[in-house]
């Protein structure tokens, strides 16, 4: 059984840089192929994708945030992290991440429960 | 990048009948690399189709999708009680993958 779990702030100020770590379990990053993706969603708004992270070191970022977000990935210890910078209150979410199950489709599947980070000062 | 447009944005129906959810994307990616997911108030989305028409694992056969190119159609065939959600679709033939903005389905 997959699951994926995200940890991290729940409350960070603007200008801040947030660092969440997703947590995961039934699969790894050593087998070709597979990935592991951050999304966010906004209280009330639609899903968006952040960033990608592959088996094979391979990293893809969304254009509009590439600036501000770093995806990095521990395969020893079965984690992914992603940081973004100069948090501001727009960035209030639901942050959540998923695996990425087969090369060269990028669905994900199963997803995480999510973790709610405000930003407010 | 390619915009999902989804329609309706809310659709009212009860059990029972047949619910059809549509996603239009702004240009074609690669031809099926379309999915939908289920997502219920405070709960992670569920994968429910890939590649446009290919149930996920553990999804009744009264979900089915179909399309390609920048049309793809989700329809729930009897709704359930527990098929009330919003439904969204992504596309990830193109990056950045994108998502639509959803459809509400309610009774």
């Known amino acids: 059984q997959i699951t994926l779990k995200e940890s991290g702030p729940t409350l960070v100020k603007p200008t801040q840089t947030l660092t969440l770590t997703c947590t995961f379990s039934?699969?790894?990053?050593?087998?070709?192929?597979?990935?592991v993706g951050w999304m966010r969603q906004p209280p009330g708004k639609a899903l968006e994708w952040l960033a990608v992270a592959y088996w094979n070191d391979d990293k893809r970022y969304s254009p509009s945030l590439k600036t501000r977000l770093t995806i990095t990935k521990d395969t020893s210890k079965n984690q992914v992290v992603l940081t973004m910078t100069n948090m501001d209150p727009v960035d209030t979410a639901t942050y959540y991440c998923?695996?990425?199950?087969?090369?060269?489709?990028?669905?994900?599947?199963?997803w995480g429960q999510g973790i709610l980070v405000t930003v407010s000062s | 990048e390619i915009v999902l447009t989804q329609s309706p944005g809310t659709l009212s129906l009860s059990p029972g009948e047949r619910a059809t959810l549509s996603c239009r994307a702004s240009q074609s990616g690669s031809s099926s690399y379309l999915a939908w997911y289920q997502q219920k108030p405070g709960q992670a989305p569920r994968l429910l189709i890939y590649g446009a028409s290919s149930r996920a694992t553990g999804i009744p056969d009264r979900f089915s999708g179909s399309g390609s190119g920048t049309d793809f159609t989700l329809t729930i065939s009897r709704l359930e009680p527990e098929d009330f959600a919003v439904y969204y679709c992504q596309q990830y033939g193109s990056s950045p993958w994108t998502f639509g903005q959803g459809t509400k389905v309610e009774s």
């Open positions: 039934g699969f790894s990053l050593y087998t070709s192929g597979v990935g």
């Open positions: 998923a695996h990425r199950p087969l090369p060269g489709q990028n669905w994900f599947d199963p």
